[in-house]
């Protein structure tokens, strides 16, 4: 079984566009987390939940909305979608001791044309 | 500026030869962990060292920390071309956040 899982693995869309990105995760894990890696592979965090509260909002723009329904997912939706949000989108979760290892999900590749 | 700074940015060594790459901080930290990606997936977790810690070896994998001078180094054994990924440091300053560094392309011939 998938530890961490993401939908959709790829998404190609227009500019002005909203979208969602949907993660799960079957580890038991307290915190999740949403990561964006740049063409440059810099790896920059966005969001961390715990418990399904929001813990860290990293200064991204208001744009992107996260949204914990339960402690197993953490989504993330996009407005007006513009053409630098191209990127990587990962998913995490860790225990919620987070001191520990980051499971990672397979990640969702955005292209904004 | 970023937190974590790999070195070097790139790579490339022969199968059996040791790979080493180093990371740089700036802040304190409680932990630092090493991850691994191969091209087009995510990041795989390969070794957590503590703060009070100095060495630690998980099979191929040595990884030492010198929190005196804010740095830590990952080498592999004996590399082998499916060792062939990108590598990261992690710094955990013990909140809700790691603080990924720029990664260190590995590249082994076979």
């Known amino acids: 079984d998938t530890a961490v899982s993401q939908t959709p693995k790829y998404l190609v869309t227009q500019m002005g566009n909203d979208k969602s990105i949907k993660c799960e995760q079957n580890l038991g894990h307290d915190t999740m987390y949403w990561y964006k890696q740049d063409s440059k592979k810099f790896l920059k965090i966005m969001f961390s939940y715990n418990n399904k509260e929001l813990i860290i909002n990293e200064t991204v723009p208001n744009r992107f909305s996260p949204k914990s329904p339960d402690k197993a997912h953490l989504n993330l939706h996009i407005n007006s979608l513009e053409l630098g949000d191209s990127a990587v989108y990962f998913c995490?979760?860790?225990?919620?001791?987070?001191?520990?290892?980051?499971?990672f999900g397979p990640g969702t590749r955005l292209t904004v044309l | 500026s970023q937190q974590g700074e790999e070195d070097p940015q790139a790579l490339s060594i022969q199968e059996g030869e040791n790979a080493t790459m180093n990371c740089s901080y700036k802040?304190?930290?409680?932990?630092l962990q090493w991850y691994r990606q191969n091209s087009g997936r995510g990041l795989v977790h390969l070794i957590l060292i503590r703060s009070n810690e100095r060495e630690k070896h998980s099979g191929r994998l040595r990884v030492t920390l010198d929190t005196s001078k804010k740095s830590s180094s990952l080498l592999i054994t004996a590399s082998r071309a499916a060792d062939t990924a990108s590598y990261f440091c992690a710094t955990g300053p013990g909140t809700y956040k790691y603080i990924f560094g720029t990664g260190t392309r590995l590249k082994v011939l076979a």
């Open positions: 995490a979760s860790s225990q919620e001791d987070r001191k520990g290892p980051q499971f």
């Open positions: 802040t304190s930290i409680n932990n």
